[in-house]
Structure formats: C-alpha cells, structure tokens
T-cell receptor, first 118, second 116 residues
C-alpha cells in the first residue's frame, strides 16, 4: 500500500530536549516536505527536499533541521524544542512527474504527529 | 503573491442541510491547480479534489460538488444533504509555483460541524 508514515504520532516533551520525527514513504518519490499546522493559520511549509541530499527552507524553518540521506526518509529534527513549536506536523511526498514540475498532481500526506513542548 | 482565503472560520448546520464552503484565491500564474482537503477529527488530511484552471466545468462527486469560477477567483465546495460524518475542517489549497519550493499554500480552513 502506497503510504507516508510518521513516527511518533504523539509526543510530549520538555523544552530543550532534542527530538526527531521520522518520515518515510514507499513510493519512490523524489519530493518530500514538512508542514506544521496551527489553529487559525492553516498549514505552513517548514522544509522541503527535491531529492537525496537536496533540502531547502520553506516558509517557517526557524528552529528545525532536516536531512535527506536516503530517498525514502526525511526526518525532522528539533535540536532544542521550545513551546512555540507545539503543533501538528505533517510530512508529505510527491513525484516530480515527467516534467519535473508536477509536484502538485498529488501530494501524499502522512497521518500527522502531534507534538507538545512543555 | 499566492494566497488562499477561506473567510468562513466555522460553520454549523443541521444534518441534511446543504452547505457551501467558500474559497477565494490569488495567483500570479496563468495556469494552476486548486485543491480541497478534508481533515476529520482524527487529524489526517484527506485529499478531496484537484482542479486544473483550464477546466471551469463544475464537478460533482456524490454529495460533493465544486464550483470553479476563474472570473471571481473562487473555488467553492458544496455538500448536499450534509451528514454528521462530514464534520471536519476543510482546506482549500493552491500550489506555490514560485521557484522550486513546491509547496501548497493552504487557506486557514473552515471548521464544519454537522449536528444530528
């Protein structure tokens, strides 16, 4: 079954304790992305990756890191989490398509990770 | 700049009522896609529809229908004979074609509550 998986699904942590949220897709997609969702703000992109070893900042990258060492995995790293990073996080993946620009034809979203930073 | 506006923050209806969720967008692109996603209380994002700006025909899928009007930059979503299971947050989205960022620009969402 084609899917994007995220772990953990729920996490409560304390300020300053490093954490990693994993994201994995089994569709051989080139493009992967992280979003955060906050009430009244919709979803906003944190980081994205066009392929292995290619990552770039989205709209709200402060306080986050990512890596793309393998095509299937795109972990989100919070080196020193703070309470303002309490949010619902979504990983998404997509094929680039034949033209390399067809990200949007269908983005597959993971189930979400609800993070609380105390 | 790319922008999606969902002016209705929350809507509450009684089961079997029809309800329309509004979406107004701004884009600098001449061709583009538009999307609707559903987020039920369980939290996952469920893809509902993707429309190409070339095609302004309304689309119907069961109780769902979408009205795309390029002249008013709107892509409204109607649920006919609403059911309790339709209770969710609904997002309209537009791709950000700028550069190679490849992200979707989401509206802030409309929370729909359908009461029995």
């Amino acid at each position: 079954e084609a899917q994007v998986t995220q772990n953990p699904r729920y996490l409560i942590t304390v300020t300053g304790k490093k954490l990693t949220v994993t994201c994995s897709q089994n569709m051989n997609h080139e493009y992967m992305s992280w979003y955060r969702q906050d009430p009244g703000l919709g979803l906003r992109q944190i980081y994205y990756s066009m392929n292995v070893e290619v990552t770039d900042k989205g709209d709200v990258p402060e306080g986050y890191k990512v890596s793309r060492k393998e095509k299937r995995n795109f972990p989100l790293i919070l080196e020193s989490p703070s309470p303002n990073q309490t949010s619902l996080y979504f990983c998404a993946s997509s094929s680039l398509g034949s033209t390399g620009t067809e990200f949007f034809l269908k983005q597959f979203f993971g189930p979400g990770t609800r993070l609380t930073v105390l | 700049a790319q922008k999606v506006t969902q002016a209705q923050t929350e809507i509450s209806v009684v089961e079997k009522e029809d309800v329309t969720l509004d979406c107004v967008y701004e884009t600098r692109d001449t061709t583009y896609y538009l999307f609707w996603y559903k987020q039920p209380p369980s939290g996952e994002l469920v893809f509902l529809i993707r429309r190409n700006s070339f095609d302004e025909q309304n689309e119907i899928s069961g109780r769902y229908s979408w009205n795309f009007q390029k002249s008013t930059s709107s892509f409204n979503f109607t649920i006919t004979a609403s059911q309790v299971v339709d209770s969710a947050v609904y997002f309209c989205a537009l791709p950000n074609y700028g550069g190679s960022q490849g992200n979707l620009i989401f509206g802030k969402g409309t929370k729909l509550s359908v009461k029995p």
